[in-house]
């Protein structure tokens, strides 16, 4: 049979995908109609649920390749060949909004990373604000359930939504720098291929000899940075939605490439106290004038995906997916994403979603896990435990490359907020880094925005904001005309 046949599933032959078996031109359709169930069951089920956060995206194929070999620092193999090109896939997404929501909107970006690495994959997941509102995990669902639309009237952007918002942040002092990005013009864009991109986590590099390094991420576009302002983002959302992913897609079809530097910031672990602030505090951020960027590689992206729904909505990141050389700090926001991230795939698309061919790795994939639901990898043989005899002992377990990392822990069982919050200073300095007419755009969108909010939580938010910067909270204050 001619492979451009019409087929069932089940690959048999369908001659007429028009018309339900019926009794009769204009009788009951008959429930035997196998070929109108199939079909209309499989569209009952063609969506799966949305992620809570990240749900509407972007996504483009391409490599990675690093400039020097990085071995001092980390052992990570995909790092060490300057003529090596690691194939990768990124997905760029809106953190709030649902899958309906404009491009433009105010929001913070995902920008995420996978790595199909020699080593297995490795996931970079990060924003494309440098800072984050919080600094514990356990405060996440809090964050988002305020950030979510009223769950009574479910409408996004109205009075309650604003005052709900504010609210929180207004009880939330350690969330003071993140407005100073979010309602500045970064937070509103129209293309993904001109946002910077960064961890907002810290992680350890481990090279070789155990030695351990702390390292944040940063990538930024070799075709520059550009925002759009506030105006400008809501006429967007009127007449073209889904710009960004336009431009992505549009610019890879005519063959024209999208480039970034990645580049990492490093802190000897001995020195993590020596700053004003708590290096793993994911409200703050590293000093580029004390600790420089370092370029590391070029990410490369020269190729649409052939399907979104297989490529960009199944598409699964996570901080938890890591290789040799790359390890967790105890950043507390990461430590709760390599649980939550996980969890979530699980959720949405299966306990085996590793094996849907955009998540899978491409090298081989040797364990005894097996079964649960969609499982299409074969089992290796009957030894499906280890250790074991009758299967020549496999799979074994990998020897070590190199030496690993020797980390003392000691400390008493604690629920206990740290100690540097230092919640203000870095939220004020980038108010004065701003130009005159990027401090007006901040000040006008956080007063647009927080206009909205009843007069007690604007009084709240204005001691934040005062004690940040007067000038900046005098501005504010003026605006909101308490």
């Not at 007429?16 to 359709?29: A, M, T, Y």
């Not at 290096?279 to 004038?289: A, F, G, H, Q, R």
């Not at 969890?343 to 079964?371: A, F």
């Not at 490359?401 to 008493?412: A, D, L, R």
């Amino acid at each position: 049979m001619k492979k451009d046949y019409l087929t069932t599933n089940q690959g048999a032959p369908v001659t007429d995908d028009q018309n339900s078996l019926s009794v009769g031109e204009r009788g009951p359709v008959l429930i035997k109609d196998h070929i109108l169930l199939e079909k209309i069951a499989h569209f009952d089920r063609e969506r799966i649920p949305e992620r809570v956060v990240h749900a509407k995206g972007a996504g483009a194929h391409g490599y990675f390749k690093p400039y020097k070999n990085m071995y001092r620092y980390t052992k990570a193999n995909f790092l060490q060949d300057p003529s090596k090109e690691t194939p990768i896939f990124v997905r760029f997404s809106i953190v709030v909004g649902s899958k309906g929501v404009a491009d433009t909107v105010r929001d913070v970006r995902g920008f995420s990373i996978k790595f199909y690495t020699n080593e297995g994959n490795y996931d970079l997941v990060g924003n494309h604000i440098p800072v984050f509102f919080i600094r514990d995990a356990i405060k996440f669902p809090d964050l988002i359930h305020a950030l979510k639309p009223d769950p009574v009237s479910n409408i996004p952007g109205d009075s309650s939504a604003n005052s709900r918002f504010w609210d929180y942040i207004s009880l939330t002092p350690e969330a003071t720098n993140m407005l100073t990005y979010l309602f500045s013009d970064i937070g509103t864009i129209k293309s993904y291929r001109f946002i910077e991109g960064f961890s907002v986590n810290t992680y350890k590099w481990i090279n070789a000899k155990g030695k351990a390094i702390y390292v944040k991420y940063h990538w930024i576009p070799l075709g520059g940075i550009k925002s759009i302002n506030s105006a400008e983002s809501k006429r967007l959302a009127g007449i073209d939605p889904d710009i960004a992913s336009r431009d992505l897609f549009d610019t890879l079809a005519k063959g024209i490439p999208v480039e970034y530097e990645l580049f990492v910031q490093m802190i000897d672990i001995k020195d993590e106290y020596k700053f004003d602030f708590d290096p793993l505090d994911d409200t703050k951020v590293w000093p580029e004038d004390i600790l420089p960027l370092m370029p590391i590689g070029k990410i490369v992206l020269n190729r649409n995906p052939k399907n979104f729904f297989a490529e960009v909505e199944q598409s699964a990141f996570c901080p938890a997916t890591i290789v040799p050389g790359i390890d967790f700090s105890n950043d507390k926001i990461l430590q709760g994403r390599v649980f939550s991230y996980t969890d979530t795939q699980r959720y949405r698309l299966g306990t085996n979603y590793l094996e849907i061919p955009i998540n899978r790795p491409k090298v081989p994939v040797n364990n005894n896990q097996q079964d649960g639901f969609m499982q299409i990898m074969p089992n290796h043989s009957s030894t499906n435990y280890y250790p074991n005899s009758l299967g020549c002992g496999l799979p074994k377990q990998s020897p070590e490359n190199g030496i690993p990392e020797k980390t003392y822990v000691e400390g008493y069982e604690v629920r206990k907020a740290i100690s540097k919050k230092n919640d203000y200073a870095q939220a004020g300095e980038r108010y004065c880094s701003l130009s005159t007419i990027e401090q007006d755009h901040l000040v006008s969108n956080i007063v647009e925005s927080l206009s909205a909010a009843i007069k007690p939580i604007q009084e709240r938010m204005l001691v934040h904001f005062m004690k940040a910067n007067k000038e900046f909270g005098k501005r504010i204050e003026k605006g909101l005309k308490i």
